[in-house]
């Protein structure tokens, strides 16, 4: 029994290495533009989630989606080579890693200077870039030359454009203009086959909405056409306070609902701790160091956690002061925040774009930005959100998460349901994102035990069958899987056959493995 285990060992091995040799091989013989880099691995075998690890055979850095091509017939004519595209490593379980296969350094095709804009017949504007261009830049450019600015954002900008395409692409517009994926017209592919194709919702559209919120598995964004429109100059940023929950989802579904330019341009908010705690407290809600937040402008009887309100009204630099304050008095008027806790300050509109970076400098300094970051993000139905702050806010969560504890609503008519991303059912729906931000273990609490509030906040969510989904999803099995694609799961299932049917793309979101007959 022990020579025939030791032999089948040995057998094993003996087959993986000579696997290992071939796909070796197979890189070398690739004709690219790029490079391939069998050393400097290491960049593909982490992300900002810092929990997850692959090792990659090889990463490339493609010159161009026709290297993407080549790469991906090279994986097709293995017997077990799989391929991940990684913009800028942001993923959270490392949904852009691939172990033992080929990963895409996507940022090796970003070229500011390729950003094109041009203009359809109506007159609207767009811009093509590249999918692994950053959003940051795609702003800078087209303001600083053009003057425009992409319609739909996400908070933090160092993010690739196929990245979050792959995904939707959600922040404060995402209530009037949709997720980044309703506001693209046109994507360049290479697809599991190693098609280049060109797509959009007339020409080659099933493949056009699978890839927007795909998860990577159907093809790999090379280019994207983003819909623009005139950048503003300014923006009235501006956090209130309330104490209630109901208070504070009343105002902000009043005013994600009001019709177009009835509204603000920007409608977020976020759960906080009601105490002095620096990182989850009271010192979160300031916009600006000379701010002061009055906590006892919030009832005694308030619960252990509170709520913010943070919109913003776009002007142009000649808009006088005084209409600008009448229009941002007429929006406010009717709202139920707690008296003395508004604070607003004036900012260019790329400054308040790039709001993020700030932070970000600031976590590198302190040395929160590379340790484990277990981030869990849900959009939960309205039905189920007072429930959920119940439970999970003033429950599981009332001593913070160590850093923002996102919550706002949005209209589920601005996404496409020909896409791949599913949603709660109701028409508004909310966003609840955890952003962990505590220093690494000792100091902080190990990734484990946040791992493990995560599950609980999820089980508690599937116990009291509230309608919801994950929203940048990580799942484990198949099962898990199929409950949460529902009744789309078997459209999911057969853009995969069509698309990629060796499932040779995005391994590492574990959705298919590479046999044909799992699909």
């Known amino acids: 029994m022990m020579i025939a285990c030791l032999e089948r060992f040995v057998h094993e091995n003996e087959t993986e290495t000579r696997a290992e040799d071939d796909n070796g091989r197979l890189c070398r013989g690739l004709e690219l533009e790029g490079s391939i880099d069998y050393c400097s691995t290491g960049l593909a075998s982490k992300d900002f989630g810092g929990m997850q690890g692959g090792k990659a055979l090889a990463l490339i850095r493609p010159a161009g989606a026709e290297d993407i091509a080549r790469v991906v017939k090279a994986a097709w004519r293995s017997s077990n080579l799989t391929v991940a595209a990684r913009g800028n490593g942001h993923s959270i379980n490392g949904q852009a890693m691939t172990e033992g296969g080929l990963a895409i350094d996507m940022r090796s095709m970003d070229d500011t200077n390729s950003i094109k804009v041009g203009r359809f017949n109506n007159g609207s504007a767009y811009a093509d870039v590249s999918g692994g261009a950053l959003w940051g830049d795609v702003l800078e450019r087209c303001v600083s030359v053009y003057g425009l600015a992409p319609r739909s954002w996400t908070d933090y900008l160092d993010l690739t454009v196929g990245g979050t395409l792959s995904n939707a692409g959600v922040s404060g517009q995402t209530f009037r203009f949709g997720p980044q994926t309703s506001n693209v017209s046109e994507l360049e592919v290479v697809t599991g086959k190693g098609d280049t194709l060109v797509c959009s919702d007339t020409h080659n559209s099933e493949l056009f909405f699978g890839v927007l919120g795909g998860l990577g598995q159907f093809g790999i964004i090379t280019r994207a056409r983003i819909l623009l429109q005139t950048a ?9 306070v309330y104490a209630e929950f109901d208070d504070f989802a009343r105002d902000a579904e009043i005013l994600v609902t009001r019709a177009d330019g009835q509204s603000f341009d920007y409608v977020e908010g976020f759960a906080f701790v009601n105490s002095d705690d620096p990182v989850n407290g009271w010192p979160s809600v300031p916009l600006d160091p000379n701010h002061f937040f009055d906590p006892t402008r919030v009832p005694r009887s308030a619960s252990p956690v509170l709520y913010c309100l943070e919109v913003a009204l776009h002007y142009r630099n000649g808009d ?18 707690c008296d003395g806790t508004r604070l607003e300050k004036d900012v260019r509109y790329v400054e308040f774009l790039m709001r993020v970076k700030e932070a970000e400098e600031q976590a590198k300094m302190n040395g929160i930005w590379d340790a484990p970051h277990p981030w869990l993000n849900l959009l939960v139905s309205s039905t189920d959100i007072a429930d959920f702050d119940r439970l999970v806010f003033k429950n599981i969560l009332k001593h913070g998460v160590g850093g923002p504890m996102l919550v706002y609503p949005m209209l589920r008519s601005k996404w496409d349901d020909r896409s791949s991303v599913v949603l709660p059912e109701r028409e508004i729906f909310y966003l609840v994102a955890l952003l962990r931000f505590s220093p690494p273990y000792p100091k902080g609490p190990p990734f484990e035990e946040m791992v493990a509030q995560n599950r609980e906040i999820i089980q508690c969510c599937i116990n009291n069958r509230f309608d919801f989904k994950l929203y940048l999803p990580h799942y484990n099995s198949e099962l898990e899987w199929k409950r949460h694609f529902g009744n789309q799961w078997e459209r999911f299932v057969e853009r995969k056959a069509c698309f990629d049917p060796m499932a040779i793309l995005s391994p590492g979101q574990k959705i298919f493995s590479r046999n044909p007959q799992n699909l």
């Open 320 to 337: 006088h002061p005084s209409t600008v304050d009448l229009v941002v008095e007429r929006m406010l008027g009717g709202l139920r925040f």
């Open 232 to 240: 503003p100059d300014m923006v009235r940023w501006i956090r209130v």
